[in-house]
């Protein structure tokens, strides 16, 4: 008995013109035309030929369909995941092109793109809005690429918050939201926005917070702005009012 890739292979003897003469069977039923298929389009872009019995066999097509499969990852060839997929038609969507063939068959390729794609992108107005925040906060230079480039300017935004404390505002809140769920609050919440706000984050759900009066005339100005009527919830739970606030900002940036 051998395996292949999680595929248990059987084979076994019978005899054939008495005891002296063995014949190999396999148990294998033939492969499907799907999986056939599969098998002769790897062999072409290899430039191999089907292995002997591959046709027949549903066990040799599918052990060189795993032996192919390993090399092309191996060689970065395989096909893109699809995070990396639904990522790359994202930057394109932005950007306005289309994803290139060769980028949505191969993950190398995929990778490249998106690479490529990330360090041409110019930061969004919000992007600079929280960089700009950061550095001023932390008495810090920013760099020229930070506002030119896209990744650049997120790598920034990334390390600035692990050094940058929360606000006041966020620093409350975690604390309400710990003394809430009689929890003793993490220390680098208080020391680290980027902390505080995946604290938040993942606590804030399991309990109503009302939101400040200064929350609630700010989005009351964008809701005028934008001639149209806060959600009910929005002036009873904090997070409701968050997201309707971050759903009028990005309408605002895309218009």
């Given at each position: 008995?051998?395996?292949?890739?999680?595929?248990?292979?059987?084979?076994?003897?019978?005899?054939?013109?008495?005891?002296?003469?063995?014949?190999?069977?396999?148990?294998?039923?033939?492969?499907?035309?799907?999986?056939?298929?599969?098998?002769?389009?790897?062999?072409?872009?290899?430039?191999?030929?089907?292995?002997?019995?591959?046709?027949?066999d549903s066990?040799?097509?599918?052990?060189?369909?795993?032996?192919?499969?390993?090399?092309?990852?191996?060689?970065?060839?395989?096909?893109?995941?699809?995070?990396?997929?639904?990522?790359?038609?994202?930057?394109?969507?932005?950007?306005?092109?289309?994803?290139?063939?060769?980028?949505r068959a191969?993950?190398?390729?995929?990778?490249?793109?998106?690479?490529?794609?990330?360090?041409?992108?110019?930061?969004?107005?919000?992007?600079?809005?929280?960089?700009?925040?950061?550095?001023?906060?932390?008495?810090?230079?920013?760099?020229?690429?930070?506002?030119?480039?896209?990744?650049?300017?997120?790598?920034?935004?990334?390390?600035?918050?692990?050094?940058?404390?929360?606000?006041?505002?966020?620093?409350?809140?975690?604390?309400?939201?710990?003394?809430?769920?009689?929890?003793?609050?993490?220390?680098?919440?208080?020391?680290?926005?980027?902390?505080?706000?995946?604290?938040?984050?993942?606590?804030?759900?399991?309990?109503?917070?009302?939101?400040?009066?200064?929350?609630?005339?700010?989005?009351?100005?964008?809701?005028?702005?934008?001639?149209?009527?806060?959600?009910?919830?929005?002036?009873?739970?904090?997070?409701?009012?968050?997201?309707?606030?971050?759903?009028?900002?990005?309408?605002?940036?895309?218009?």
């Amino acid at each position: 008995m051998s395996s292949s890739f999680g595929r248990v292979q059987v084979r076994c003897c019978r005899f054939r013109d008495g005891p002296s003469q063995l014949e190999a069977v396999s148990t294998f039923p033939p492969p499907s035309e799907k999986q056939l298929d599969f098998a002769r389009r790897l062999a072409q872009e290899a430039d191999f030929d089907l292995p002997g019995g591959a046709e027949d066999d549903s066990g040799i097509c599918g052990e060189f369909i795993d032996e192919r499969l390993e090399e092309q990852n191996a060689r970065g060839l395989s096909p893109p995941t699809d995070k990396q997929n639904a990522f790359a038609e994202t930057l394109a969507k932005d950007a306005g092109v289309e994803v290139p063939a060769d980028a949505r068959a191969r993950r190398d390729r995929c990778s490249d793109f998106i690479n490529g794609m990330l360090a041409v992108r110019t930061p969004s107005k919000k992007d600079l809005n929280q960089v700009k925040f950061l550095t001023k906060r932390l008495g810090v230079e920013l760099p020229w690429e930070a506002l030119t480039r896209k990744d650049v300017c997120l790598r920034w935004i990334e390390v600035l918050e692990d050094f940058t404390p929360p606000t006041q505002l966020m620093a409350d809140l975690a604390q309400r939201l710990a003394e809430a769920m009689s929890m003793r609050l993490p220390e680098e919440v208080l020391q680290s926005r980027r902390s505080c706000e995946v604290f938040i984050n993942e606590h804030e759900g399991g309990i109503v917070v009302e939101p400040t009066v200064k929350q609630v005339q700010f989005a009351e100005t964008l809701a005028r702005a934008a001639g149209v009527s806060m959600p009910g919830e929005a002036y009873a739970c904090r997070k409701a009012l968050t997201d309707f606030i971050s759903r009028q900002k990005e309408a605002d940036v895309d218009g």
